[in-house]
């Protein structure tokens, strides 16, 4: 009896969902069986399945598509643009394939990159555009197997414009983006998430409307999971097509490209390059206002609006793609107004998450790269394992060295003139360092009239939730106790918590309180004699850009401090202080000092001397509070530091 | 600079303290990140690392020595001896050889299986006698394989008495101790600690004491960790022989051996066998009272507590080794008085930990073997890895069958009469079953007058902790609601809680309120439309024998109900509720209607029937609250099924 039931138990077992599982053992006898509770499903599907469960679920979405920037300082922009477009919760990006731009290069510029670092460091889900005409098939693999590498999950196989004026098909080669979707299943198996384009009106160089419906139709039985429409601009358009599509026996998922106009010139431009006519009543309105700039793009908001709405009311639509021509505004206030703009992002975990299918696992950090996810995710960039469940005691994390602190991805938002301004034209003593730290916490201009919005440690602005500690942090840093990265203790609050919950709801969420700032040596020395009488409640890590190094850590264990419960859930800690890893963050955040300020100035001038001799003589401190349920004591550790200074 | 940082960073990381890191990482490409923090470093080091940490901090310890028993129902009672006395705190405990019982086989009464028994199941650090004359070097090399294989870690390396009077060595056979130790190091390299006897007053068979110390340096030379001595009866005699090994060179630990003087009889025998001579002044108390047990044995402790206090005293003694002749009382009571009893043990994880080195660090189990500790550590004994950190959502556990429900140290410590008298002679229908397990719960006696001390899923009296929720389960009990297993929800209790506390000082730990009971299908149908209303509040797992499963849990995910937070550590979780587990002990919460409690009745009979039915029909559900913050609502969910069923 009791095998029997042993079986029925495996078969129950074998049958259950496989979400999150992939790194579950099979056996008992596998060495890792700290698997990852499926906290967000969406870490572990793929793009078509994300797309069949909100269908499913009734949810609508979008997606948004970017082009490749011309220059480096663009590139910066359009990663923040990313960022901030990205919080609204699209279901992916897409970035369009740039022929003249070496698009499978490695520049900062091109396709192929612009696309990694979408996927890598902003955590978007994100296809990459592919033509294929004018290509061998070699360097159409090149780029599919670099691109897998990098981590890019889909692929939106596209022809091309061919070269010259008059093209004529090469035999064996890429003559239609049918040939390139054949391709990819054939070298790439189901690997990659395949669009397509379908074409509202037929492709402007079809024989027929039917003929091009046909060849969709091919694309999608060699493999293509969904299809991406050319823009259109009339609702009646897609939904005519989107039937023409269902009566050929097409029936994967058809998402309309809403292009909002939002200029006269770009709109021109567009329906220039797409061979399409714009609409008489589109040009009755848009021609006597062809130069205010404002009322054109409320006139786009205002259509693209009334004409999602219709969509989306037709019971066809269940997600909307936008042509964003890489501009924020219009695109925003559309979303905003169709409601799709996600106001209140649930963050999964307390730190930003990487789309990279190997991190899929991920969901430990140590808390040091708070502020720089970016800097994080390229340290950590060559590990083929990810911690899960616990951090654990590795004696060796082995982060990637931090040469170049100018990779675009990495790199202040703001240029050198703007940093000056907030941090200060000339530097008269460690005091001046000292108000750039206070006037970063407290939001108010410094002596210049300046506000300072970014730190060498924090391209952003304060944190919501370091805003609760906002008087302490002041009183400090104004002492020169010079914080870095904070958070409050937190004794259960809901995971729902608009300022420090994260994950599915139905939880609850903690923390350890934590202080990490930069401090003279004396004030180390006051600092250390007060840390004694707390030795059984506060663990301290002390260091210099030198490596000597102070701490009462147990067994240089990781301290956890973020963790969450929620319901039919294992524990999830996502944030520790590691030992460790804070012997790396070390050099990271000493070197910021010299390379993010002290080379604003000249060689050698006082300015410069002042950042340098902080850089050399200053600790690296940070204190967990281990008694979360009670009052947080660090605040006190600091007072008492200072009362024994005076 | 960043890269000589990184180094500094390299040399102190690899300088840490080793402790508790024989799982973790060496690079971060190691698949199992997941060591498990080191919250109790006694699971992790060697009795002799034990010994010296124990010393260098001041803390005096004992250990107790124990013989196979004869007969397997003497088995069953030493093996809850073992658990009793395991939890005054000895530091080990040593299982002599026994070469007439057959000591290296498998039978329950053999030193190894006993010893195997006293580490696995009862968790305690425990060293093998093993007596090395009249051996082949193959019987004792299959003999060290086996321990080994067992999870023995320790060796006490003796010669043994020879078969015949006359005794005549043995051309290269094992004469001598020495021989035994020099073959455990060369065969087994530094695997075992070695223990080896010290003779006060010199052995017997020696030429001299002068002879003897030099044979006990050769011992120690030779691989020996530590000495524990033979008997004697007056302080200044193992202070002398103290003395006396120190200034031969011999620098080891030496652990006297006391000997509670507990009868007559056993005080006679003993030193025919050791060949001692008792002195003048304790011969003259005993004769006169030879015939008074109580008196005896008073007298025994007595001198056995002075004695004790002087060697302690003298500062040169850290350890105590006691020869309790597998008796309790004079034993328990020498160490209470001498304060070195563990009056409230902390128990490390909330459940009983093995001392198996394979399972250092296990730290996780489902909750449902909580009162079977024994019977999960035997069905997961051919495990190679145990889950740590995670229970991670392993689709196949492979638990062990249980098809043997008699192995000695599974069985019940009560005879079948005793079980009859508080399980009923005779049952008359499902209410006389609801009234035993009201009676486990109330503590008061059965309608015959005899109080229900165990149950077949719970071999002892009711948990403290269980108390908390006793008029609760009383009530519910009654009414058919059969629960074998329980626990209230905790919001943060100090780990030092009496009760619920767990794991080292200055954390805090927390539990999901949690219950698990047998219920007739009647009660199931209610209580499942009653779970509606608590959909996203209470995860629950229903089954019958025949393995039908109804659940709600997400994804078969495992569910943490109890975890700690402590300073300086990772989270520690070390119960859950398994969905897939809980279909392997379903088979054993089932069986054990029959094996334990049906059978005890004759075949065909009434009460047979009766508890036949039950395990046909009734249905084994578990609850689980996750809203731990509030209060528990299970009770509520099952007043409410109640409250739909009249």
Known sequence: MVNETQQSCSASSSSRSDGGSSSGSESSKDNSRCSTPVLDADRHE???????????????????????????????????????????????????????????????TSSMIIANTAVNYCGL?????????????D?????????????????????????????????????????????????????????????????????????????????????????ITQLFFRPETFLKFMKDCQAAG???????GIFPIQGYHSLRQLVKLSKLEVP?????????????????????????????RELLDSGMVHGLHFYTLNREVATTEVLKRLGLWNEDPRRPLPWAVSAHPKRRVEDVRPIFWASRPKSYIYRTQEWDDFPNGRWGNSSSPAFGELKDYYLFYLKSKSPREELLKMWGEELTGEESVFEVFTCYIT????????????????????????????DHLEKVNRRGILTINSQPNINGKPSTDPIVGWGPSGGYVFQKAYLEFFASSEIVTALLKVLKKYELRVNYHIVNVKGQNITNAPDLQPNAVTWGIFPGREIIQPTVVDPVSFL??????????????????????????????????YYLVNLVDNDFPLENCLWQVVDDTFELLN
């Open 46 to 108: 793929r793009l078509r399945e994300k797309m069949r469960r909100r269908q499913e679920a009734g949810d609508k979405w979008f997606s948004l598509e970017f082009f490749p920037p011309r220059t480096a300082n663009a590139a910066v922009n359009l990663i923040s643009r990313f960022d901030r477009m990205g919080a609204g919760g699209p279901l992916f990006i897409d970035v369009t394939w740039h022929p003249a731009g070496d698009p499978g290069s490695d520049k900062e």
């Open 125 to 137: 889900e994100t296809i990459l555009h592919m033509t294929c005409c004018n290509q061998t098939k």
């Open 139 to 227: 360097d159409i693999t090149g780029h599919l197997q670099k691109a897998k590498r990098l981590g890019l999950k889909n692929i939106m196989a596209l022809r091309g414009d061919p070269a010259g004026e008059e093209w004529e098909e090469e035999v064996d080669g890429f003559n239609h983006a049918v040939d390139l979707v054949k391709h990819i299943r054939s070298e790439f198996d189901d690997y990659f998430d395949i669009c397509v384009a379908g074409y509202p009106k037929g492709h402007p160089e079809a024989e027929s409307y039917e003929a091009d419906l046909r060849h969709l139709k091919e694309k999608v039985f060699a493999g293509a999971d969904f299809i």
């Open 250 to 256: 097409i029936t994967c998922p058809i998402i309309p």
């Open 280 to 308: 008489q009543e589109i040009k009755d309105v848009i021609e006597p206002i062809k130069d205010n700039d404002a009322a054109i793009r409320n006139y786009g908001v205002e259509l693209a609006v009334s004409m999602c």
């Open 443 to 470: 939001g108010e201009p410094n002596r210049n009239g300046h506000r300072v919005t970014c730190m060498p440690w924090n391209d952003d602005p304060l944190a919501t939730e370091t805003n609760l500690l906002k």
């Open 584 to 617: 790396y963050w070390k050099d990271e955040a000493f070197a910021l000092w010299i390379e993010q300020w002290a080379k604003l100035y000249e060689e050698e001038s006082p300015s410069r001397m002042i950042i340098q001799y902080i850089h050399d003589n």
